[in-house]
């Protein structure tokens, strides 16, 4: 079960390690495996902004680099505490590991937060299923 009071307070954690010197807007999240590890990341931009990393993305990462493929819950965090989602980007990446089932809560401060699916975010998702539906109908 994901405990996404301590999945927030993970995601605030990290808020402070974000290099944001242009946005000035930190973005921390929290990323829980389907055996209860949890993976954090902050975003980390870059002067030409499309080398940017994003949290999401950072937290991912380090999951899959430690061989993790399931996962059971996101929390997603800003210094100002907006209710951030995590962007079409990173929709898309988490939806190539994560089931459209998976929950996303978003931090809006104190104990209040906006909760999600993932496949309420993206819907209609690109997969393997939808490439392969779209090859077969090429091939026809």
Do not use: K, W
């Amino acid at each position: 079960m994901v405990d996404f009071d301590e999945l927030i307070a993970a995601a605030r954690g990290v808020l402070s390690d974000a290099y944001v010197p242009y946005s000035e807007y930190r973005v921390g999240a929290a990323l829980q495996t389907a055996d209860g590890d949890v993976y954090t990341g902050c975003n980390i931009e870059n002067a030409n902004y499309s080398n940017s990393l994003h949290a999401e993305e950072v937290a991912l990462a380090a999951a899959i680099t430690d061989g993790h493929r399931e996962f059971a819950g996101l929390a997603v965090t800003s210094g100002v505490r907006d209710g951030v989602t995590p962007c079409g980007m990173c929709r898309q990446s988490l939806a190539e590991f994560c089931s459209a089932e998976m929950p996303i809560v978003c931090d809006l401060g104190g104990d209040d937060r906006a909760e999600y699916t993932l496949g309420e975010l993206l819907p209609n998702t690109i997969s393997l299923e939808t490439l392969q539906d779209a090859e077969s109908v090429r091939d026809t």
